[in-house]
């Protein structure tokens, strides 16, 4: 037996023990997590400067600032496992109730998904982000992060098993996988872990959905659209199509392709074309945009183009005979993440609402907004591009599944069929199990 | 681009134009399917008759069973049309409806997956039984039916597409799949389909899963149990145990494997063993019941006989220490699909019913219960073991997904970050999108 079969075998059998816990006693756990995050600050800061100091002349420095932990980052952790403990217990909630016949009642109640094993790079701070996130839905967890952050994983690994398995919860729930061959077999554990959730770039997300039966939650593009349509008050879609390119390019969430009705491009494009260059965006247009563009800088935009997510400060732009266009453009090239309509047309916005099949449709704001926080989740686990299960910003309830609960009094289904059958009730009621 | 990728495209197409119906148009497109099984019952029982003629002599005569309609069959599929058609509409719900701040509102919003792959065994009343579920539920199928039954297959797929596509439904949102090479290549379109179901028996399944990067919705195996507690009810518990048993053995929600408590397995065994011998069924047993059981013909159970699924009127019965080893052997023997304890111990139940980490845990009452129909869901898709997005008994929600629609007036995420941020107001509200 391998060490990471071991792992995983000992990461189940907590999940099991985990069922006897309540959510009290997890959110006991998850305050000690904090305790013990602000109490150990010097040892997970020591082993987090051998990462950083290995580091050096390696890695840019960019990836070096994600890598370093400074205390008051400690502290946002130790901060984090609070806010999680003060959520809303996920697990145990009666989600429908139904009385099938007398003295025979069926509960949805929701329950953890099992063993989880979360796969991802360089930054630290997911170590106690996914930790907590996994103990309050009740799951177990298996963690690999980057490699360049192998000491301080280990050390926040160790400082988050010891608290929480001194508050009492189940040896074992939390494992450190460490090596790259590790993760192979992971991948190939699909009887002892439940879920994969790879949390990266592209590249590192692909791996995993191309490695493996188990299934994976994530996302790994996020090509995201905005529509402006004849009907849009173009000065607030130019205050949103900025904000939703220019405030945070760098992440899955921001737009990578303009789209405009063209009965309002000529009248639209240059305001945008005019805040875009001003905020430096490299501006890639279709032909009729470059037309209309004759006095800005701008490139011709490829085929190649609509289908790319520059995560930078470059937009392409593409003029359209109107919604059913765009609504195809995003359906064809979108990733299905994020895509907004501006107009003050509400059967416009319905239209392009119902039928562009994104985790998130937007109408009149800025795609920015679709984050796990904003949404008033919570917390996030991701975002996720995949229609199963979880789609869009997951918060807790993403890391939980249900459970049928039938409470009866001796009924056997004998009595249910044939000619003198027991009639079913089939009906709803408010109760909890 | 080979015919299966066509049907898939042009699948997809369909999908995205699905969403431009509503719940109306689909429910006449049901009907219509309905009419059109009335009207071409000669057409499709005489290609049945085709199927049935090739099967003879070399299919058993069960099987044949199966393969063959008969003219109340076709009334059977119509009205299971209509049924379904007279379910809610699963599409469209608000789900959940939050004010991140005044203008700014976020709903949660049941959706279609899109293009679902459906591959089952001989069986021709599943072609209208799926292609009704996908309809109502807004998503495009591609079916492939067992090979003996092709004539039928595709008498029933082309009254289905012409009657739907009649009343309005977009060309090619169901489609015909026929040949082994098919499925093969069905499993490697993970671009183009969204959700395997597989129906039928271990091999088909275990096929399916290990062939895909296609998520899939179905189960395996069904090693299901009771467990009789020292605080059973005995008589209840020799007729539910009965029931789960004997009720239908050939089916995945009848129990496998007994689990008595040593406490009254004295007394208990006995009379049950009565009742198993009466009905035909055979006993694979443990040591110690093989000790309790001497006046009986029972057979001494192997390791082997805790992880079978026999299908059949066997059954192995296994001498427990109470309650916790019973949890223990289910967590580990079965395969998480429905588990029942008989018991007066409300306390023991609970434990039970939590620990158990199953599909279905049930409470004085038969396994046999896990099914769509009796859990009042209206329509069963299948059972599912997995815990992912649908778990047991599948209805129409499990043929869906969500999609989240944000109503903006012009937000943008610049002004609610920052020293002067705008702050979320994240309250739920009744309305609905």
């Given at each position: 037996m391998t060490a990471v079969i071991k792992k995983a075998e000992e990461a189940r059998k907590a999940f099991f023990a985990m069922a006897k816990k309540n959510a009290k006693d997890r959110d006991s756990a998850l305050s000690a997590i904090a305790g013990g995050l602000v109490k150990n600050r010097s040892v997970i800061l020591k082993a987090n400067a051998l990462d950083v100091k290995a580091a050096e002349g390696r890695l840019s420095s960019a990836l070096i600032a994600r890598l370093k932990l400074e205390s008051e980052k400690i502290d946002g952790m130790a901060r984090y496992a609070l806010t999680v403990a003060s959520?809303?217990?996920?697990?145990?909630?009666?989600l429908e109730a139904t009385?099938?016949?007398?003295?025979l009642l069926l509960y949805k109640v929701s329950a953890p998904i099992g063993v989880i094993g979360c796969i991802f790079e360089s930054r630290p701070d997911v170590v106690p982000q996914i930790a907590s996130l996994c103990l309050k839905s009740g799951n177990s967890v298996i963690m690999k992060g980057g490699s360049e952050a192998v000491n301080t994983n280990r050390a926040l690994y160790k400082v988050i098993r010891d608290a929480s398995e001194g508050a009492g919860m189940p040896a074992g729930w939390i494992q450190l996988a460490e090596s790259r061959k590790d993760v192979e077999e992971m991948l190939r554990l699909d009887g002892l872990i439940d879920l994969l959730i790879p949390r990266g770039g592209k590249n590192l997300v692909e791996y995993i959905k191309d490695n493996t039966k188990i299934p994976v939650m994530g996302h790994s593009e996020g090509i995201c659209h905005a529509y402006v349509d004849r009907d849009a008050d173009l000065k607030m879609a130019v205050k949103v199509c900025l904000d939703a390119k220019v405030q945070y390019p760098a992440v899955c969430n921001a737009i990578e392709t303009l789209l405009v009705d063209e009965k309002i491009a000529k009248e639209f494009l240059p305001m945008m074309a005019d805040a875009y260059a001003q905020s430096g965006v490299e501006m890639r247009v279709d032909a009729k945009a470059y037309r209309i563009l004759s006095g800005f800088v701008v490139k011709k935009a490829t085929e190649k183009d609509w289908r790319t997510e520059y995560n930078d400060l470059i937009i392409s732009i593409k003029v359209v005979a109107g919604v059913k266009e765009a609504i195809e453009h995003v359906n064809a090239?979108?990733?299905?993440?994020t895509d907004t309509i501006i107009t003050g047309n509400k059967k416009t916005a319905r239209r392009f609402m119902q039928e562009v099949d994104s985790a998130s449709v937007m109408h009149n704001c800025s795609t920015r907004f679709a984050d796990g926080y904003r949404y008033g989740l919570g917390a996030e686990v991701g975002i996720s591009t995949g229609k199963y299960h979880a789609r869009g910003p997951v918060g807790l309830q993403g890391l939980t599944t249900y459970k049928y609960l039938l409470e009866g009094?001796?009924?056997?289904?004998k009595d249910y069929v044939g000619p003198r059958a027991r009639k079913y009730i089939h009906r709803k009621i408010q109760d909890h199990w």
């Amino acid at each position: 037996m391998t060490a990471v079969i071991k792992k995983a075998e000992e990461a189940r059998k907590a999940f099991f023990a985990m069922a006897k816990k309540n959510a009290k006693d997890r959110d006991s756990a998850l305050s000690a997590i904090a305790g013990g995050l602000v109490k150990n600050r010097s040892v997970i800061l020591k082993a987090n400067a051998l990462d950083v100091k290995a580091a050096e002349g390696r890695l840019s420095s960019a990836l070096i600032a994600r890598l370093k932990l400074e205390s008051e980052k400690i502290d946002g952790m130790a901060r984090y496992a609070l806010t999680v403990a003060s959520l809303e217990d996920p697990v145990g909630k009666t989600l429908e109730a139904t009385e099938l016949d007398r003295g025979l009642l069926l509960y949805k109640v929701s329950a953890p998904i099992g063993v989880i094993g979360c796969i991802f790079e360089s930054r630290p701070d997911v170590v106690p982000q996914i930790a907590s996130l996994c103990l309050k839905s009740g799951n177990s967890v298996i963690m690999k992060g980057g490699s360049e952050a192998v000491n301080t994983n280990r050390a926040l690994y160790k400082v988050i098993r010891d608290a929480s398995e001194g508050a009492g919860m189940p040896a074992g729930w939390i494992q450190l996988a460490e090596s790259r061959k590790d993760v192979e077999e992971m991948l190939r554990l699909d009887g002892l872990i439940d879920l994969l959730i790879p949390r990266g770039g592209k590249n590192l997300v692909e791996y995993i959905k191309d490695n493996t039966k188990i299934p994976v939650m994530g996302h790994s593009e996020g090509i995201c659209h905005a529509y402006v349509d004849r009907d849009a008050d173009l000065k607030m879609a130019v205050k949103v199509c900025l904000d939703a390119k220019v405030q945070y390019p760098a992440v899955c969430n921001a737009i990578e392709t303009l789209l405009v009705d063209e009965k309002i491009a000529k009248e639209f494009l240059p305001m945008m074309a005019d805040a875009y260059a001003q905020s430096g965006v490299e501006m890639r247009v279709d032909a009729k945009a470059y037309r209309i563009l004759s006095g800005f800088v701008v490139k011709k935009a490829t085929e190649k183009d609509w289908r790319t997510e520059y995560n930078d400060l470059i937009i392409s732009i593409k003029v359209v005979a109107g919604v059913k266009e765009a609504i195809e453009h995003v359906n064809a090239y979108g990733s299905h993440h994020t895509d907004t309509i501006i107009t003050g047309n509400k059967k416009t916005a319905r239209r392009f609402m119902q039928e562009v099949d994104s985790a998130s449709v937007m109408h009149n704001c800025s795609t920015r907004f679709a984050d796990g926080y904003r949404y008033g989740l919570g917390a996030e686990v991701g975002i996720s591009t995949g229609k199963y299960h979880a789609r869009g910003p997951v918060g807790l309830q993403g890391l939980t599944t249900y459970k049928y609960l039938l409470e009866g009094s001796g009924q056997v289904v004998k009595d249910y069929v044939g000619p003198r059958a027991r009639k079913y009730i089939h009906r709803k009621i408010q109760d909890h199990w």
